[in-house]
């Protein structure tokens, strides 16, 4: 049987160096033609380790490193040390969130590889042990708008945004509504929570349906859970001004979860938990009107710009328009609204009749017979039954 060839030894071997030693101190003792036959190898070996040895001692024994010298697809060291800020900078996030929210060209793989490099790779998260039913294939099935989801987030648990809040007076209660088929996101937001900020966001989120034509089919849920904001007080015998003014539009009815039920309420938790650390933990904000205006930037972001992964990498846009192709983009676009501000205005709106001129674009109000409504960036209009207000042109129906 012949013995093991010199490479083979150096696959098996578990110190390479020992066993080049060896040979090298027999080839001093020796020769290199008689070390070479005697390790199974060939003569140009033996001399190019002896020739390591003399120069750099026991350490040339290693194997050289096979990397190449210049590799043009490598990623410079500029780009590299952004990454690694972005790391620091979105601390909860993974990889393939990152990138998304920055849009960045490398891979998710190489922006871990980098992370990883720079000893500021991401711990993981401990794993709820819960197993969820997958409704995915069912959802896509629905109409536009055949099921929404409303809820109500508390923003003073949040420890990068509370000092704000306090110091700044911004709002301490999110309102939220998420379409359930294509995840299109509307926000609404007050200091308190309360059924009369409820039903004020169910009235503007209705009208927007009805000017965009976008009315749900019959049939159409709007599912809260049992708070009192939504259902009004826990012995109330009539249902309450939040479920009147939902199912004042043709075909939609309000509909709560079981108590105790949140898992029913996850299309909209979900978003919760992504403001919470795409939104709320990363920005910083002057005063009531750029928190606004930001949150409407977010909003904007998340219905036409921002592939969600769970529905196919595409947009509620997108997804909308598969649905619906005469849907009005407008729908997607309008603005989160100051609930506050917009009570106040009810409270003491004009009798009517009476025209009320806003200048705010993240409001909209009834009053009597006229309408307030946002039609796009800086463009207001109050229409009654006499006269019509576009863009500070007052001229007769």
């Known amino acids: 049987m012949c013995p093991l060839s010199y490479y083979q030894n150096m696959r098996n071997c578990k110190d390479k160096r020992a066993h080049r030693y060896q040979m090298i101190q027999y080839a001093l003792k020796v020769s290199v033609k008689a070390t070479a036959r005697l390790f199974h190898t060939s003569p140009p070996v033996v001399r190019k380790w002896l020739r390591r040895f003399k120069e750099l001692g026991y ?15 490598q990623t410079p060291h500029v780009i590299k040390q952004s990454i690694v800020r972005l790391r620091k900078k979105y601390h909860n996030l993974g990889a393939k969130q990152v990138k998304i929210l920055e849009q960045l060209p490398q891979a998710e793989k190489t922006i871990r590889k980098i992370w990883k490099e720079a000893g500021v790779a991401r711990g993981r998260r401990k794993k709820k042990y819960i197993t969820k039913r997958n ?35 911004l709002p301490a209660v999110q309102y939220t509504l998420r379409e359930v088929s294509c995840g299109a996101l509307f926000l609404g937001f007050s200091d308190d929570l309360s059924l009369s900020h409820a039903t004020l966001f169910a009235e503007y989120i209705n009208h927007h349906l ?48 079981f108590p105790g039920a949140h898992r029913m309420q996850a299309d909209v938790e979900t978003v919760h938990g992504l403001m919470e650390t795409e939104f709320y933990e990363l920005e910083t904000f002057h005063d009531r009107a750029d928190f606004m205006q930001k949150a409407y930037t977010y909003q904007l972001s998340f219905n036409l710009e921002r592939p969600n ?89």
Not at 59 to 71: A, E, K, T, W
Not at 147 to 166: G, V
């Open 210 to 257: 009805a000017a965009y034509n976008a009315l749900p089919d019959s049939g159409a849920c709007r599912q809260t859970d049992n708070g009192v904001e939504y259902c009004g007080s826990w012995n109330a015998k009539e249902p309450s001004a939040y479920t009147r003014t939902v199912e004042s539009l043709y075909g939609q009815i309000h509909n709560t979860i």
């Open 309 to 397: 992964t769970y529905k196919e990498d595409k947009t509620p846009w997108q997804l909308a328009l598969e649905k619906r192709t005469d849907i009005d983009k407008r729908l997607f676009m309008i603005p989160p609204v100051d609930l506050d501000r917009l009570l106040n205005l009810r409270t003491t709106s004009l009798p009517q009749g009476g025209n009320n001129v806003l200048t705010d674009p993240f409001l909209f109000v009834r009053v009597g017979r006229s309408v307030t409504n946002f039609l796009n960036s800086g463009g207001i209009c109050v229409e009654n039954s006499t006269y019509s207000f576009v863009r500070g042109w007052m001229k007769p129906r």
């Open 135 to 169: 409704l995915r294939e069912v959802k896509k099935q629905f109409p536009f708008f055949h099921q929404a989801c409303e809820d109500t987030k508390d923003l003073t648990d949040i420890p990068e945004y509370w000092s704000q809040m306090k110091r700044l007076r």
């Open 59 to 73: 350490d040339g024994l290693i194997d050289c490193s096979r990397r190449p010298h210049h590799s043009p697809r």
